[in-house]
């Protein structure tokens, strides 16, 4: 059965500023002068079924061909798929014209412009697979990130800050998420999946912790969330990107700085060097006149509107971490830090393997300083992740120390800094954090961390990128590039390390990193009638000492006389 697809307007070889030559009821398709082929996006129902598409035809346009078909009111596609290319043909103004027509389901965002480590104006238009409408808006464009603002990077990461005619400040939505005007694709060139980091929100939204003023503030998010395009830059095809929300003071609901009083309330700085103050290990003596201190970046206030601006809470806490006593630290560190999403992040990291962002990488934020000193963290830039490295060697991809069996915080780990953090080395101090940490494993087990669960989150976004042709365009246009140091791009193979890495990573994560003996109810070390009678006699006496989480024999996160039934079942059957 056809279906009906409206809208597809055929644009000159320069890009979408020429007049429409062709119609299939005003969709538009994107032309590619790199490969000479034409970009349609259609809804993804449409894939792996014939369609049937009216047309429309301009004066200027004599006669139309698609692979040997003539268009006049409609055109038959035998198959939609993300492999599939058409020829098409057409004569205009007595000039004859052939190119490729290829399809995707991914919005097709365009850029033209200029652009560099400096923000410029630029037009910005983007085609939605279930939409006629190109939307169009001017946007102050400028590359993103750390290395890849360098020049001679190829595929760079942007900033798109929207503004209106006028070039005032414009709130836009994509995908139906928040209005703002502030929103960044990602490119992912150190990943050889271009996707790791995109998941990794995901699975990190998933862990569902709230921010400790969440009650006041509950569409707070510690994380970003967008959508793959497939991006144009002047013309040229770029790959597919990741268009997605930018972590701000918004994002976090912060409270706002007060410009009447000049009071600074909610703060946000983002960890973007590895220094002994990142590492929480050292102190630093404070200057709120720079937009760069100690490794820190101030993202709100924005330092070009409010200088000096605000350190002095950072390095309040940093200062408490690297000074404080035992005692002291054990009894207050909850006063300074949030503590739940603390032993998550310990937790999200570990499970991940995530080199970059023990120390750095680290988005920190105070909901309102006149209130409370305490900080919470939002993730960022998690790329280098499950088996993927960042540093542009030898063992750039796949070398034994990030292979899974290994642990993020030894100290023979030259990239990863956990083993120089002051902060989560002082917390491993405590039971208290460990059995946090320890118990959020076991219960996350059952779900996102059971490894079908955690690879059927990867192989979402790889099959539908392979379905409509995204990984076979992004393969073409950028494998052998010297972004990756020349190296092929082989999804697939990729695809199969990694989820082989997760299945291993859970392996070792249960039987070494957080192994508990089921049924040790005293910690001797062996599961036996004793552990019956400690079990006994901590139901008659909850004083008495047990091992909690061996103790949880079901693993339901409790433990009662359910669990001493399981102990019992477990010693009639050795």
Same mark, same amino acid.
């Given at each position: 059965m056809k279906t009906r697809i409206y809208t597809l307007l055929l644009c000159g070889l320069v890009g979408f500023t020429m007049m429409a030559q062709l119609t299939f009821d005003g969709k538009r398709l994107v032309y590619d002068k790199l490969t000479n082929t034409y970009l349609l996006t259609l809804p993804d129902s449409v894939f792996g079924r014939p369609y049937s598409a009216v047309t429309q035809i301009d004066d200027t346009v004599t006669w139309v061909k698609i692979d040997g078909q003539n268009v006049l009111g409609s055109v038959d596609?035998?198959?939609v798929s993300g492999d599939a290319v058409y020829t098409i043909m057409f004569a205009h103004k007595n000039r004859l014209s052939q190119a490729g027509i290829r399809f995707t389901s991914l919005p097709i965002l365009c850029l033209e412009g200029d652009f560099t480590d400096e923000y410029s104006l630029g037009h910005v238009q983007l085609t939605m697979p279930d939409s006629a409408t190109t939307t169009q808006y001017k946007a102050r464009i400028k590359w993103a990130g750390g290395t890849t603002t360098y020049d001679w990077i190829n595929k760079h990461n942007y900033h798109l800050k929207f503004v209106d005619d006028s070039l005032e400040k414009m709130d836009v939505s994509f995908f139906g998420l928040r209005d703002d005007n502030h929103w960044r694709l990602d490119a992912g060139i150190i990943d050889m999946l271009r996707y790791r980091n995109k998941v990794a929100h995901t699975l990190w939204a998933d862990f569902d912790n709230k921010p400790y003023y969440y009650d006041a503030q509950p569409k707070a998010r510690s994380y970003s969330r967008g959508n793959h395009v497939e991006m144009f830059l002047n013309g040229e095809y770029m790959g597919f990107f990741d268009l997605h929300e930018f972590l701000d003071r918004k994002q976090m609901k912060l409270k706002k700085y007060d410009e009447e009083t000049g009071t600074f309330r909610g703060l946000m700085w983002k960890a973007k060097d590895e220094t002994a103050q990142t590492q929480f290990r050292s102190t630093g003596t404070v200057n709120n006149t720079v937009e760069r201190w100690c490794g820190f970046d101030i993202m709100y206030p924005d330092y070009d509107d409010v200088c000096p601006t605000n350190y002095n809470v950072l390095a309040n806490a940093i200062n408490? =971490? #690297?000074? *404080? %006593? *035992?005692?002291?630290? #054990? /009894?207050? =560190?909850? %006063?300074? @830090?949030?503590?739940? !999403?603390? /032993? %998550?992040?310990?937790? @999200? !990291?570990? =499970?991940?393997f995530a080199i970059d962002n023990s120390c750095k990488n680290i988005i920190w934020s105070c909901y309102d300083c006149t209130k409370?000193?305490?900080l919470t963290l939002s993730v960022w830039d998690l790329e280098a992740t499950v088996g993927q490295h960042w540093y542009d060697g030898d063992g750039f991809f796949h070398a034994p120390e990030i292979g899974p069996e290994n642990d993020l915080d030894q100290d023979y780990h030259r990239f990863s800094k956990l083993w120089l953090n002051g902060l989560f080395n002082r917390l491993k101090q405590m039971p208290e954090f460990n059995k946090a940490v320890d118990s959020r494993y076991w219960q996350l087990r059952k779900t996102i961390l059971n490894p079908d669960s955690l690879i059927a989150r990867y192989a979402a976004v790889h099959n539908a990128l392979k379905k409509c042709g995204a990984i076979d365009r992004e393969t073409e246009r950028w494998s052998g590039d010297e972004d990756l140091a020349y190296r092929p791009m082989d999804f697939d193979g990729e695809f199969e390390y990694m989820a082989d890495w997760i299945r291993r990573r859970i392996v070792y994560l249960d039987n070494h990193t957080f192994y508990h003996l089921r049924g040790d109810v005293n910690g001797d070390g062996v599961v036996d009638i004793r552990d019956v009678s400690r079990f006994v006699d901590y139901l008659l006496d909850e004083n008495e000492l047990i091992q909690e989480i061996n103790s949880d024999v079901n693993m339901d996160f409790e433990v009662s006389i359910k669990d001493l039934s399981w102990l019992i079942d477990m010693l009639l059957e050795m």
């Open positions: 596609f035998p198959l408490f =971490v #690297v000074n *404080s %006593d *035992s005692l002291t630290f #054990v /009894s207050q =560190v909850g %006063d300074y @830090f949030d503590m739940p !999403i603390m /032993s %998550d992040y310990y937790l @999200f !990291i570990t =499970v991940l409370d000193k305490k």
